[in-house]
């Protein structure tokens, strides 16, 4: 759904709360008031990245497009911090605080479930069995496919300057280890669309390393 598509009343809800949590989490890690502007936005960039692919998916595979619309926005509400591949609890908690929320608004009831499903499942970095239904399979897709590729690069870069000093190398070394949890990412993707896409990126990824690791050797 793009900025200028004219929304439901969920939808502006749903995206109003989404931005809102995001910009709250964004102050702490970038230690800012609440008047102050903010260097990078990760969460709301995440945010934006999963709607976009969870919407493209959801076309291409016919899934219900309000469903994974709803899951995109909402699956991270009760994400703290940006620690990754730990099971915090926060799509069981995401989900019954997005019920909430969707049961104040106009989104059909019938699919508040479904909705609540998906952002239960969505946590982890890799999974060892595949997620089901559909509509969460995709969420969880779209939601390691946001950590590939070329918006993955953008979003760890911009994000790195929060954590304290950085260097080239020190950024090199923490991309490289992360290179093998991506990998696990692509092979746990449900959808034959989503590991495609997911082997792409994946490969965006690593020439960008191994050519900046020949470039710090001086090649």
């Given amino acids: 759904m793009s900025e200028s598509e004219k929304r439901t009343p969920w939808q502006e809800r749903v995206i109003s709360v989404a931005r809102e949590r995001a ?3 964004s102050l702490e890690l970038w230690d800012r008031s609440s008047d102050e502007e903010l260097p990078f ?6 945010l934006k990245a999963v709607a976009r ?7 291409k595979l016919g899934a219900d ?9 909402l699956h ?28 104040r608004t106009d989104f059909p009831k019938e699919k508040i479930a479904a909705v609540c499903q998906a952002i239960a499942e969505h946590v ?9 239904p559909l509509e969460a399979a995709i969420l969880w897709d779209a939601d390691k ?6 918006i993955s690069l953008v979003h760890f870069l911009c994000l790195s300057l929060s954590l304290g000093q950085v260097t080239t190398d020190s950024l090199l070394a923490k991309g490289r280890e992360f290179l093998g949890l991506q990998a696990k990412m692509v092979e746990s993707m449900n959808t034959p669309q989503g590991r495609e896409m997911g082997r792409e990126r994946y490969e965006v990824v690593r020439s960008f390393y191994e050519q900046l690791e020949r470039e710090l050797k001086g090649g």
Avoid at 53 to 59: D, H, Q
Avoid at 89 to 96: D, P
Avoid at 145 to 150: P, Q
């Fill in 124 to 132: 982890g970095l890799y999974r060892d069995h595949p997620v089901e």
């Fill in 23 to 25: 910009r709250e989490e």
């Fill in 41 to 46: 936005n990760y969460r709301l960039e995440h």
């Fill in 145 to 150: 496919l946001a950590k590939l590729g070329a």
């Fill in 65 to 73: 497009l309000r469903i994974v619309r709803a899951a995109a926005w």
């Fill in 76 to 103: 991270d509400l009760a994400k703290e911090g940006i620690a990754e591949g730990i099971e915090d609890g926060h799509g069981v908690r995401g989900a019954e605080e997005a019920r909430k929320i969707l049961e």
């Fill in 53 to 59: 692919i969870a919407e493209g998916l959801a076309l």
